[in-house]
């Protein structure tokens, strides 16, 4: 009962390294999100994917690039980190529908110094 | 404006009590509602889903107005694991995102 797995579950940079955070999704769903949540900020999204070779950005996508790899996989790709992009981060998964359910995965937390 | 508002609390209730989230939304073509649950340090989970007709869920009720445009979410008999931020979540529809709101702070009291 894999779900979303993201990794890595805790990452500190120094400002200016890059990184990638890696989503993957086990429900075969066609679209994917990558969010960020701060605090008294909520939810925000970065980017998403509908379904495979398409991405969209999202609220806040400036300093970010994602690569929908296949259906299974979202990547969220920092170039040169910054300390405004400490956050916890979530990727979520969800099928196509009407009401049906996002799921998330367990976030990484982010801090850049 | 954002486009789903919520009380951010925190609400402080002691345990058996009633007490009611309301959320309000921009975008009167939003097709899709929800109220997700998120502990602290973990990630949303989905609670219910809110349908035009209202709905429940145990002690938990939904409801939904159209013509206003908000969404409430009614917590009876309420537990001390219930204490969470309660978050209000509208969908367009398509394949467009979901959309969340800023979440509303519970602490169910002993």
Redesign the interface.
């Known amino acids: 009962n894999a779900g979303v797995t993201q990794t890595p579950k805790f990452q500190v940079l120094k400002t200016g390294q890059s990184m990638t955070l890696q989503c993957a999704q086990d429900m075969n769903h066609n ?1 994917m ?1 990558w ?1 960020r949540q701060d605090p ?4 925000r ?1 970065i980017y ?1 994917s ?2 495979e070779g398409t991405t969209d950005k ?1 609220e806040v996508p400036n300093g970010y690039n994602v690569s929908r790899l296949n259906k299974r996989e979202f990547s969220l790709r920092l170039e040169s980190a910054a300390p405004s992009q400490t956050s916890v981060y ?1 990727c ?1 998964s ?1 099928q ?1 529908g ?2 049906t ?2 799921f ?4 990484t937390r982010l801090t850049v110094v | 404006r954002k486009e789903v508002e919520q009380d951010p609390g925190p609400f402080n209730v002691p345990e058996g009590a009633t007490v009611a989230f309301n959320c309000t939304y921009s975008n009167s073509a939003s097709q899709s509602f929800f109220w997700y649950r998120q502990d602290c340090r973990k990630e949303p989970k989905l609670l219910m889903s809110v349908y035009s007709s209202g709905n429940e869920d145990g002690r938990f009720t939904a409801q939904l107005n159209r013509a206003s445009q908000y969404i409430s979410l009614l917590i009876r008999d309420s537990k001390l694991s219930d204490s969470a931020t309660y978050l209000c979540v509208v969908k367009d529809s398509g394949n467009t995102p979901l959309v969340f709101g800023k979440g509303t702070r519970l602490s169910v009291i002993a």
């Open positions: 679209s999100y969010y008294g900020m909520g939810l999204l998403y509908a379904s999202g979530f979520a969800r196509t009407i009401n359910e996002a998330f995965g367990q976030g």
